[in-house]
């Protein structure tokens, strides 16, 4: 037998693979006679048949080497469409490579050939739940697997995580304890297990875990980026924040995104005839909450005799450089690195507060912090004169692509049911192009008018809400808008809050005018809704 060519830096790959190549045509083809020809061609090369096409593989892939691996086996997968193991090579090989959608096709191939094969459900399962898949089948898929291999350590920890997201909170601390149990040592069984606690406000347990599973892979920024959210939503922000510059490796969101920069990142050297670029990141939210930071900032960099530049996102409009411009040396939104000024340094907005300390003394201090512009302001006003009763805006869900929005968004069909019979009050939407949704609400009782379409950015929308009395909002963006604007603002919250909302207090030290509406339990949202519309009814009928 010919000895294994597996490293496609050997001289007989590239004719090993035109070989099998033009096998699969021939398959393709029906012409059996030249399958056989080109396959045993092949062969002489290199043998196919038992466990070879696997050895290959796993080598290739042990080498890093994931295209080749990829198109290794999906030729030996074409060869052989009938054998499930071939399709979840296949399968294995894609996920490698990072390419956890395309890995769906060949595992379910191998699923309708062979239900029972090892690891099969886990791997569909995993591959689903990376691509946004249906969370019901993932866990229909894990369940099933467990039935047949009930010591399968990955499975558990898959369950734990797909058993949170299906809102089977039992569930997800059964399946994360018994992986734990069977895999104390193992860094995701510890990290999903503490997820799930989480949602059981367990907090104490889930960051001992956290802990642990961030010794046990220390070289994994995802665990660390996790700690990072646990230290902030306990205020612990000396912590969180130096945990929290994990996020550009392990976070879902940033992970591996972080622009290539022509300039080192600030830590906090001298900056004296220096220019240091901000710059924006993450979501909306994140960018209206912490621009509260551009004049601090702004204040030490200028103290040192240097400059600094901001760049941000377009979608603020004029609100930011009209509101916090006036600090800094130049101002620009989006138009990508190209596009930048000539700078020295560079850092991203949401490390700002690591470099400056803490700050959590100064946060109430800084609102409202930004500023509508006042025409605009004026000119809704104007258009709600007439209106005597108490003009709310309500938005009921974040945007539908974040991995937390099931947890967070309550739903029209909610509002319509705690706020329908409530008089006094005048309902507006804050939920961009959400035209049917408006429109089943007020169906179904709520009456409220969309001006949306009229709102372009963020900065009319700004303008908008300043002509309100009340905002209602689930955590997205509104709420940091409304907040730093200084409007009224009633959050309603999950039992497991983005970390600027902190744990169990009603008030917020980043937005003073903020009321936060807790879930007491998780997934329940009646007696928040309950709370929200007695005191609603109350504020809108102050003598009823």
């Known amino acids: 037998m010919p ?165 089977d909170l039992p569930r997800a601390l059964e399946a994360g304890a018994r992986a734990v149990e069977l895999a104390p040592e193992n860094p995701l069984a510890l990290n999903n297990y503490a997820l799930a606690l989480k949602e059981a406000q367990r907090w104490d347990e889930a960051i001992q875990l956290t802990q642990t599973s961030c010794e046990r892979a220390p070289g994994d920024p995802s665990m660390r980026s996790n700690l990072a959210m646990l230290h902030l939503v306990r205020g612990d922000y000396l912590q969180g924040w130096a945990a929290h510059e994990a996020r550009w490796q392990g976070s879902r969101e940033l992970g591996g995104n972080r622009p290539a920069m022509p300039a080192p990142q600030w830590q906090g050297e001298p900056l004296a005839g220096k220019t240091l670029l901000v710059w924006g990141e993450q979501g909306m939210g994140d960018l209206l909450q912490c621009c509260r930071y551009i004049p601090l900032l702004a204040e030490r960099v200028h103290a040192q005799g240097g400059r600094v530049v901001w760049n941000s996102f377009p979608q603020m409009g004029a609100l930011l450089v009209r509101s916090l411009g006036s600090h800094v040396d130049d101002y620009s939104a989006g138009g990508g690195v190209e596009a930048l000024p000539r700078f020295d340094y560079e850092i991203p907005l949401l490390s700002v507060p690591l470099v400056l300390g803490t700050l959590d003394d100064t946060l109430a201090r800084t609102v409202p912090y930004l500023r509508p512009d006042a025409a605009a302001s004026a000119s809704w006003r104007a258009r709600f004169a007439g209106e005597k009763r108490l003009k709310v805006g309500l938005a009921w869900t974040g945007s539908l692509g974040h991995q937390r929005n099931p947890f967070r968004a309550v739903g029209w069909q909610r509002l319509a049911s705690a706020f329908a019979n409530i008089g006094g009050a005048a309902f507006y939407s804050l939920q961009p192009g959400a035209a049917a949704d408006v429109a089943a609400a007020q169906t179904a009782g709520l009456p409220m008018t ?95």
């Not at 096709?105 to 690891?119: E, I, S, T, V």
């Not at 002509?467 to 907040?483: E, F, K, N, P, Q």
């Not at 604007?485 to 999950?494: A, M, N, P, S, Y």
């Open 3 to 167: 000895p294994m060519i597996s490293d496609p830096d050997h001289p007989a790959w590239p004719a090993f693979l035109t070989f099998l190549q033009r096998a699969v045509l021939a398959q393709q083809n029906g012409l059996a006679e030249a399958r056989a020809i080109w396959l045993e061609a092949a062969t002489l090369l290199q043998a196919v048949d038992h466990g070879t096409p696997e050895n290959i593989t796993f080598s290739l892939l042990e080498q890093r080497r994931h295209d080749d691996a990829v198109a290794f086996a999906a030729i030996i997968a074409q060869l052989r469409p009938d054998e499930a193991i071939a399709s979840f090579r296949l399968g294995y090989a894609l996920q490698l490579a990072n390419r956890h959608g395309d890995a769906l096709a060949p595992y379910r191939h191998a699923l309708a050939l062979d239900p029972l094969l090892p690891q099969l459900r886990t791997n569909l399962a995993g591959a689903l739940a990376l691509t946004g898949g249906d969370v019901a089948e993932q866990v229909a898929l894990l369940e099933g697997e467990l039935k047949s291999a009930p010591l399968d350590i990955n499975a558990w920890t898959n369950l734990a995580q797909a058993s949170r997201f299906a809102m």
């Open 450 to 544: 969309d001006y949306t379409a009229e709102l372009k950015s963020f900065d009319d929308t700004a303008a908008f809400v300043s002509a309100l009395d009340l905002v209602i909002t689930v955590c997205t963006s509104v709420a940091h808008l409304s907040g730093a604007i200084g409007q009224r603002t009633w959050v309603l919250l999950d039992v497991n809050p983005h970390w600027t909302w902190l744990l169990e207090r009603r008030d917020s030290p980043w937005y003073p005018n903020a009321t936060l509406y807790r879930q007491p339990r998780f997934g329940d949202w009646t007696p928040v809704l309950e709370e929200v519309t007695r005191d609603l009814g109350a504020l809108a009928n102050p003598r009823g």
